[in-house]
């Protein structure tokens, strides 16, 4: 019998905009799309292992990607701009919490993002506790990441479910035994539970 799941972020508790914000950005302002994506795929993975401070990494590329703001107010909009609570999913973690499964937000988030996710979004007090990939020190496509959260829940993988909309993670997941569902939609998730 389950005892705790894992709900992933984006693309699970947080609805998906069309396109991430990154890419929208580039097309509104006229960026090159790779000058913002080389950023998201180097220095930002750092920063969502905690090896690096969001702030100083893209202070210096906001300049390139005609960004006339602040470097606060940008994050702020990035923030805003990729995230839509599914209230469905808010109120599937509600019950089953009632019902006595421990529930986690399982993320890849840096420390700006994970607050804003736990504190304003309110994810902190919706679930059990939160593991974020800054905190952990490894990426949801890496096995340190689930290993260093089954330590905490001290459990036995095959007690833990997990929901995620990227295959790898779920795979990675499943290679350590822990029951995991590639997450198509809330009605397949309440089929499965």
């Known amino acids: 019998m389950i005892k705790a799941i894992l709900f992933d972020a984006d693309g699970v508790m947080l609805k998906k905009q069309g396109v991430w914000f990154s890419l929208r950005y580039a097309k509104e302002r006229g960026v090159p799309p790779e000058k913002i994506e080389a950023f998201f795929?180097?220095?930002?993975?750092?920063?969502?292992?905690?090896?690096?401070?969001?702030?100083?990494?893209?202070?210096?590329?906001?300049?390139?990607?005609?960004?006339?703001?602040?470097?606060?107010?940008?994050?702020?909009?990035?923030?805003?701009?990729?995230?839509?609570?599914?209230?469905?999913?808010?109120?599937?973690?509600?019950r089953l919490r009632g019902n006595g499964i421990r529930c986690y937000l399982a993320t890849d988030q840096d420390s700006y993002r994970a607050r804003y996710i736990s504190e304003t979004l309110g994810f902190g007090v919706l679930f059990d506790d939160?593991?974020?990939?800054?905190?952990?020190?490894?990426?949801?496509?890496?096995?340190?990441?689930?290993?260093?959260?089954?330590?905490?829940?001290?459990?036995?993988?095959?007690?833990?479910?997990?929901?995620d909309d990227d295959q790898e993670n779920v795979t990675i997941a499943l290679s350590l035994g822990i029951q995991a569902r590639f997450f198509t939609g809330i009605k397949e998730l309440e089929k499965e539970l």
Do not use: N
Request: net charge negative; charged share 35%.
């Open 41 to 94: 795929k180097g220095a930002f993975r750092d920063v969502q292992t905690g090896r690096g401070d969001l702030l100083q990494e893209l202070a210096p590329h906001l300049k390139g990607w005609k960004w006339d703001g602040t470097i606060e107010e940008f994050v702020r909009a990035w923030q805003e701009g990729d995230t839509v609570v599914d209230q469905e999913m808010v109120e599937l973690v509600r």
């Open 130 to 163: 939160c593991f974020f990939s800054y905190e952990i020190g490894h990426r949801k496509c890496e096995k340190e990441f689930f290993e260093i959260i089954l330590r905490r829940l001290d459990l036995p993988a095959e007690k833990v479910a997990y929901w």
